[in-house]
Structure formats: C-alpha cells, structure tokens
C-alpha cells in the first residue's frame, strides 16, 4: 500500500482496449513518474474534451516505459464494458475503488486480520513502565543469517575436534595409508601382484626387453635361415644369375624348341624367315599389270561420291566467269527458293527496270540500290560515292506546276496483310512496321557542338499564295493521325489507345554527366506579325466523342501523381517557375484570377464513425449520435487544402484531432481535439504548410 501516491494523474493519447502509455502531465496533478512498477492499482480514465466518457478499474504499472496496462473493468459510460479509446486526449488517475477500501478494513478490524485487531490495540494502549539503566543482552544468541539452530545441533558441532576440515578422514583411517599392513582403504599385497593387473603396458616400461627378445630360441633359429646361401643353375635354354639378392634370366640363342610354341605363333615365324619367301615378284603381277590398274583408279570417270568445291582450284572464278546464256527478263515475280540462280538474276533485273522506270524516281534511287546492295556488286566505302543526295532524298516531282493532285511524295498507302509477330516492351503480338523509322546510336563527334540540334521530325514549310491570286487557307494539319482501329467479325479487345506517345530517357553512361536546366515534352509558341489579326487561339481543345458507342469514364486533362520534385505542381499559370511547395492549381500573382462555374470537392455523407480525412476530401458531413473521432490529414503534406467539417447528428459527440501535435489559434489539436455536440456545428480550416488555420468555428445563423 505504501506505493500508492496522493493527488496522481497524467495525459494519454493512446488507443484501443488496454494498453495505454501516459506520455504528459497535467499541471493539475503530481507526475506518474514517482509511481512505482506493480499490479493491482486503482483508475479511473476520462476523455478530456467530454468527461461523460469515462471507465473504471484496476490496472498494471510499468515505470520503465509509463505504460499502463489496464487488467479489469469495474464500471463505465459504456453500461459497464471496456470503452475502446478514440483518438484525443483523456486523463488517467489513479484512485481507490470501494474494493480496495474494503480490503483494507478487514486486514485491520476484522476475524482475520493481517495486521491488529482491536482488542490487540488496546493491550497495546494500556501497557505501561518504563526500563531505565543498562540492559545486560549476553545472554540472548544473536539470530544467525541462514536461521536459528534446530534442536541437537550444537550436540553435533561439540563432537567435532578442533581443526576438522571439511570432507576429512578420522584419525584411524589415514593410519592405514602410511603403514606397510593391509587395511580397508588399500591392499599392498594384491595390488603387488601382476596377476591381478589389467591393462596393457609399453615396451619402454620393461627394463630388459631388448636382451629377452635376442635370447628367445624361435627368433635366434629365424635369423639364422634368412642368411642361408643360394645358389642357382642354369639350364640348356635358360642362364641364370645371381646378384645379391636379384635372380635375373636370359635365353640361349638358338635354344628354343619349336614344339614348345603355339602352333600361330610358329607359323608367323616362319612368314618372316626369308628361307621361306618367293625367291621372285613375278609369281604375283607384273610392273605393267599394276600401273595399268594405277591409270584406271586415277580416271574420274570411274571415281564415285562427292567432293568439296574447296578442293576445285578455279572453281570461284569459273562461276563468276560463267556466261548467262538463256537468262529471260519477262518475269517480275517473287524470287522463290525453287528458282535457279538464272533464273532469279533475271526476275530481279526485270524487278529493277520495271522500279527504276516509275516517273519521278530520280537517280538517287538507283544509287542507293547500286552503292548498298552488295547482291549487285554495290560496295558504299570502294565506291566513295557523296551520299548527301540520299539522305536528303530530294524529290523534283513531275513537273513546275502541279495541275492534279500528285499524292503524297512518300507514302504507305496500298492495302496489306501482316503475319509478323515480335515483342515491344513488355507486350507482344502482330507488328505493323514503322512507315519511317530513326533508330541506332548517334554519336556527336565534333567538340563543341550543341547537344540537340538534330530534328528528328521537321516540318518547317512556307504555305503562301501566289501573288496574283487571292487563295483563303483551309485547315492544315502540320501533324495529322486519323487512324481507325475496326473490330472485323470477331470480338477484338484493345488494352489502351494512343495518339502521340513520348517517352524519353534522360541518361548516362562510363562516368558521364548530364544536367539538364530546362525540359518540355510539348511546347507550343505562335507569332503574330504585323497585320495580322486573330480572333480566338485555344492551346488544346478537346471535341467531345461522338457516334452511337458509349464511354464510361471521360476527362479532358489527365495529370498523374506527381511526387518526385522537391515542389510539384499540377497546372501552373501566369509564370514558368514552380513555387515551393506542392499544388494542384497555382496562380501567379499576374494570373487570371477568376475562376468561372465553381469548384468541387468530395464529400463524404452521413458518416456515423471514426474517419481520417484525406486531402481528396473537401466536405466531411458526421451524423453520429454516439462519440466519434475525425482525424485530419498532416497539414505539412496539403498546403492550401481547405476542409468543412459538419456536425449533422443531432447527439452524440464528434472530436476533431490534428496529428503530430499540428496547431490551430495556437492550441495543440492533438492534444486537445475540437469538441462539437451541437447539431449542425461548422469547422471549417484551411492548412498553411505548418498547422490549421481556423476560419469557420460555430453554428450559422
């Protein structure tokens, strides 16, 4: 009982059922530092703002960590339940319950008591006296650390002699150690004895083993053989001899009896015994008969199989020097794998007269075809041919003046059927080719020059009238895609559609840097010159969809999240130079700064418990009857964001709270929530970067 303090309470904002860690103090109260850790403290809990919420009970104290574990509930505002804590402020105490008071009392007065009972008080009371002079305490035994003595126990201490140790033998025993008779704690006659030994024992140990082992008869009798002399002899086929202990043999010439050998071996002796041999090569065929044979075996024509055109030394130049007798041009068909080399060179001639031919082709169309296709001999670095005409591909066309529509001077235009199936990305399927296509590395060489100077798509023509005529320009489409994506038959699915697709990459490599001031994906200037009048000029317009399909979703600007930037900003006017800060819509003081049909914002209805308000929100309408909490969003992570909160239900209580101790007229709305219980109470706040900002606080009129 004596860890319980006086006057002790302190702030939580903790919550849920039990676990509460009372993290400030109130000036009102002492500190809950000076409670000690332990179990079965007395609280009550109240919400600060409304203290119609509140619980009782009994509680678990952690001084280490200020926690407070709640372990039971006595009574509540919640019918007796365990109250599951909002977010805000609530003071916690410490108490003592009728319980606990209750308990006390019976360990003083009652049947049972654990401390004194009244009767034993009054014994107390009216004992009387008092002891004067010196008290004589040589008497009484002082209470030993590990507890008094049992009975019998200083019997045993006066038996033991003076000087014992611990664990020592008695007097009698350690005799029978040192004397040469037998006793109960040795044998000396037995032990002596190797018969009753185990064990095994070294050689070094044994003081004469060396001189026993010489004189053992069996090892004597064995080194006496091992020095025994040998001899050898020879025989009639074989002599042998002997060195030290080697015992080498060689054969007599002459000596070997053919019986003796397998009959194969004998008979391929006998091949290599000249004795044996034809004394003449006529007996097989004669000089002429074996050249004869040499000529018809060195005669192509009775050659058989296949050889490698490597080994015909002028093969190469007989193909090439070859005379095409019988190629035609009638044909200008594919070339297919079953042509004959022939007959391909005629079909692709007649494919280049016919193409070289076309009207307004000029030349550099044959030296393209003449200079890069090494099939016809075309060789670009031998040739040394200027190239510039090509690149360039500058087309005259048919005449000075046009008198009829002359079509596109490149174009794609014939029907065509694709089978060619690739990936791009992360997507695969059927491929239609590029019409124009740039790709490859291109490597700026020359130190100095301007990075990016290059067009990767030019349009920078001179539409004008001819001076004697008065000609009103129509529309004309500088950039034009009208493509038409038709489903034929089957049910065709299309993932996602676009128009104009930019996706660069700014990049390094090997150690490079690149710092890049300014960048736009899109920029879009106009000129006006003197003279020149214009009514209405629109940066982007968006037509409506038209036809008889329906779309489910539509928007005219689509911006996605833009977080990667210290400051983002969604649509900027009247400047070029983002604010610090993140925006939707910033204005320039210069800007226009009138905005036409109003703006909306989300608005959640009718909610009847706990939220945590997002920046998409604008209005949030609270019809709760019971008590519930609306968290805001960081103020630091929506400057500008203007929020109305409305208190809808006509009971109940609705705390607003701010997060990370967050300001509004100076007070900590974390700490102390805004406290509404009138129906039809208004807060509206707007945040400045930092905290709120209080505009609305009230019930209109």
Same mark, same amino acid.
Request: proline share 3%; aromatic share 6%; with cysteine.
């Given at each position: 009982?004596?860890?319980?303090?006086?006057?002790?309470?302190?702030?939580?904002?903790?919550?849920?059922?039990?676990?509460?860690?009372?993290?400030?103090?109130?000036?009102?109260?002492? &500190?809950?530092?000076?409670?000690?850790?332990?179990?079965?403290?007395?609280?009550?809990?109240?919400? @600060?703002?409304?203290?119609?919420?509140?619980? =009782?009970?009994?509680?678990?104290?952690?001084?280490?960590? &200020?926690?407070?574990?709640?372990?039971?509930?006595?009574?509540?505002?919640?019918?007796?339940?365990?109250?599951?804590?909002?977010?805000? +402020?609530?003071?916690?105490?410490?108490?003592?319950? +009728?319980?606990?008071?209750?308990?006390?009392?019976?360990?003083?007065?009652?049947?049972?008591?654990?401390?004194?009972?009244?009767?034993?008080? &009054? #014994?107390?009371?009216?004992?009387?006296?008092?002891?004067?002079?010196?008290?004589? *305490?040589?008497?009484?035994?002082?209470?030993?650390?590990?507890?008094? %003595?049992?009975?019998?126990?200083?019997?045993?201490?006066?038996?033991?002699?003076?000087?014992?140790?611990?664990?020592? $033998?008695?007097?009698?025993?350690?005799?029978? *150690?040192?004397?040469?008779?037998?006793?109960?704690?040795?044998?000396? &006659?037995?032990?002596?004895?190797?018969?009753?030994?185990?064990?095994?024992?070294?050689?070094?140990?044994?003081?004469?083993?060396?001189?026993?082992?010489?004189?053992?008869?069996?090892?004597?009798?064995?080194?006496?053989?091992?020095?025994?002399?040998?001899?050898?002899?020879?025989?009639?086929?074989?002599?042998?001899?002997?060195?030290?202990?080697?015992?080498?043999?060689? @054969?007599?010439?002459?000596? #070997?009896?053919?019986?003796?050998?397998? +009959?194969?071996?004998?008979? +391929?002796?006998?091949?290599?015994?000249?004795?044996?041999?034809?004394?003449?090569?006529?007996?097989?065929?004669?000089?002429?008969?074996?050249?004869?044979?040499?000529?018809?075996?060195?005669?192509?024509?009775?050659?058989?199989?296949?050889?490698?055109?490597?080994?015909?030394?002028?093969?190469?130049?007989?193909?090439?020097?070859?005379?095409?007798?019988?190629?035609?041009?009638?044909?200008?068909?594919?070339?297919?794998?079953?042509?004959?080399?022939?007959?391909?060179?005629?079909?692709?001639?007649?494919?280049?007269? *016919?193409?070289?031919?076309?009207?307004?082709?000029? !030349?550099?169309?044959?030296?393209?075809?003449?200079?890069?296709?090494?099939?016809?001999?075309?060789?670009?670095?031998?040739?040394?041919?200027?190239?510039?005409? #090509?690149?360039?591909?500058? $087309?005259?066309?048919?005449?000075?003046?046009?008198?009829?529509?002359?079509?596109? /001077?490149?174009?794609?235009?014939?029907?065509?059927?694709?089978?060619?199936?690739?990936?791009?990305?992360?997507?695969?399927?059927?491929?239609?080719?590029?019409?124009?296509?740039?790709?490859?590395?291109?490597?700026?060489?020359?130190?100095?020059?301007? /990075?990016?100077?290059?067009?990767?798509?030019?349009?920078?023509?001179?539409?004008?009238?001819?001076?004697?005529?008065?000609?009103? %320009?129509?529309?004309?489409?500088?950039?034009?895609?009208?493509?038409?994506? !038709?489903?034929?038959?089957?049910?065709?699915?299309?993932? %996602?559609?676009?128009?104009?697709?930019?996706?660069?990459?700014?990049?390094?490599?090997?150690?490079?840097?690149?710092?890049?001031?300014?960048?736009?994906?899109?920029? $879009?200037?106009?000129?006006? !010159?003197?003279?020149?009048?214009?009514?209405?000029?629109?940066?982007?317009?968006?037509?409506?969809?038209?036809?008889?399909? =329906?779309?489910?979703?539509?928007?005219?600007?689509?911006?996605?999240?833009?977080?990667?930037?210290?400051?983002?900003?969604?649509?900027?006017?009247?400047?070029?130079?983002?604010?610090?800060?993140?925006?939707?819509?910033?204005?320039?003081?210069?800007?226009?700064?009138?905005?036409?049909?109003?703006?909306?914002?989300?608005?959640?209805?009718?909610?009847?418990?706990?939220?945590?308000?997002?920046?998409?929100?604008?209005?949030?309408?609270?019809?709760?009857?019971?008590?519930?909490?609306?968290?805001?969003?960081?103020?630091?992570?929506?400057?500008?964001?203007? @929020?109305?909160?409305?208190?809808?239900?006509?009971?109940?209580?609705?705390?607003?709270?701010?997060?990370?101790?967050?300001?509004?007229?100076?007070?900590?709305?974390?700490?102390?929530?805004?406290?509404?219980?009138?129906?039809?109470?208004?807060?509206? $706040?707007?945040?400045?970067?930092?905290?709120?900002?209080?505009?609305?606080?009230?019930?209109?009129?």
């Amino acid at each position: 009982m004596s860890a319980y303090q006086d006057n002790l309470a302190g702030i939580t904002t903790s919550t849920g059922l039990s676990t509460l860690i009372v993290n400030a103090a109130d000036p009102r109260f002492k &500190s809950f530092s000076a409670l000690a850790t332990g179990t079965g403290y007395c609280y009550r809990i109240e919400m @600060l703002a409304d203290n119609a919420v509140w619980q =009782t009970g009994r509680f678990s104290w952690n001084s280490s960590t &200020s926690t407070a574990t709640i372990t039971s509930t006595k009574t509540s505002s919640n019918g007796g339940s365990a109250i599951n804590w909002a977010a805000g +402020s609530k003071l916690f105490m410490l108490t003592a319950d +009728s319980e606990l008071l209750r308990d006390m009392a019976e360990m003083v007065e009652s049947t049972d008591a654990l401390i004194l009972t009244t009767a034993e008080r &009054s #014994i107390i009371a009216a004992t009387s006296g008092t002891n004067t002079g010196d008290q004589n *305490l040589s008497d009484y035994q002082l209470e030993p650390s590990e507890g008094a %003595f049992a009975d019998g126990d200083k019997t045993k201490l006066d038996g033991i002699e003076a000087g014992a140790e611990t664990n020592n $033998i008695n007097d009698t025993a350690a005799a029978d *150690l040192t004397d040469s008779g037998n006793s109960g704690l040795h044998f000396h &006659s037995t032990d002596r004895d190797r018969a009753n030994h185990s064990g095994t024992q070294t050689a070094a140990t044994i003081s004469d083993f060396g001189i026993g082992v010489s004189n053992n008869a069996d090892v004597t009798a064995n080194s006496a053989d091992r020095h025994v002399p040998v001899t050898v002899t020879n025989s009639a086929e074989i002599n042998f001899t002997l060195a030290g202990q080697d015992i080498t043999a060689e @054969l007599v010439g002459g000596s #070997i009896d053919e019986s003796k050998l397998d +009959s194969s071996v004998n008979a +391929s002796l006998d091949l290599a015994d000249s004795a044996t041999q034809p004394a003449d090569i006529a007996d097989f065929e004669t000089t002429t008969e074996l050249n004869g044979r040499d000529t018809a075996n060195r005669d192509r024509a009775n050659h058989t199989g296949s050889q490698l055109a490597a080994t015909v030394s002028d093969f190469a130049a007989t193909v090439r020097g070859a005379v095409l007798s019988g190629i035609s041009f009638a044909s200008t068909t594919t070339i297919t794998a079953a042509d004959s080399i022939l007959s391909a060179l005629g079909r692709l001639q007649a494919q280049v007269t *016919l193409n070289t031919a076309k009207t307004g082709v000029t !030349e550099e169309i044959s030296n393209v075809v003449e200079d890069t296709t090494p099939q016809l001999g075309g060789n670009l670095d031998a040739q040394r041919k200027d190239i510039t005409a #090509i690149r360039r591909m500058q $087309i005259a066309g048919q005449a000075a003046t046009y008198i009829a529509n002359p079509g596109a /001077f490149i174009a794609l235009e014939n029907d065509q059927t694709y089978n060619y199936t690739a990936s791009f990305g992360s997507f695969a399927g059927l491929i239609i080719p590029s019409a124009v296509d740039f790709k490859g590395v291109h490597t700026l060489a020359v130190a100095g020059f301007p /990075f990016g100077m290059g067009l990767l798509f030019n349009a920078q023509p001179t539409l004008k009238n001819s001076p004697a005529v008065v000609a009103n %320009f129509s529309p004309f489409f500088v950039l034009n895609g009208q493509v038409r994506y !038709e489903a034929d038959t089957q049910s065709i699915t299309m993932g %996602f559609g676009v128009d104009i697709n930019l996706g660069p990459t700014l990049g390094r490599s090997n150690g490079g840097t690149l710092a890049v001031t300014d960048y736009r994906h899109a920029q $879009i200037s106009l000129a006006i !010159e003197a003279g020149v009048t214009l009514t209405n000029r629109q940066g982007f317009l968006l037509a409506d969809a038209t036809g008889a399909g =329906t779309i489910t979703n539509q928007a005219g600007i689509v911006i996605g999240p833009l977080t990667k930037a210290t400051n983002n900003v969604a649509v900027l006017f009247g400047t070029t130079t983002s604010p610090a800060g993140n925006f939707g819509v910033y204005q320039a003081s210069n800007a226009p700064n009138r905005w036409n049909g109003g703006q909306r914002f989300r608005t959640r209805q009718a909610t009847t418990t706990a939220v945590t308000v997002t920046a998409s929100d604008g209005t949030v309408e609270m019809s709760n009857t019971g008590t519930v909490t609306c968290t805001l969003p960081s103020a630091t992570t929506c400057e500008g964001l203007l @929020l109305t909160l409305v208190k809808t239900g006509a009971s109940g209580t609705l705390n607003i709270a701010s997060v990370s101790a967050q300001t509004s007229k100076g007070i900590d709305r974390t700490a102390t929530p805004w406290v509404f219980t009138d129906q039809w109470t208004v807060l509206q $706040i707007q945040s400045n970067g930092t905290n709120w900002t209080t505009l609305i606080n009230g019930v209109p009129a």
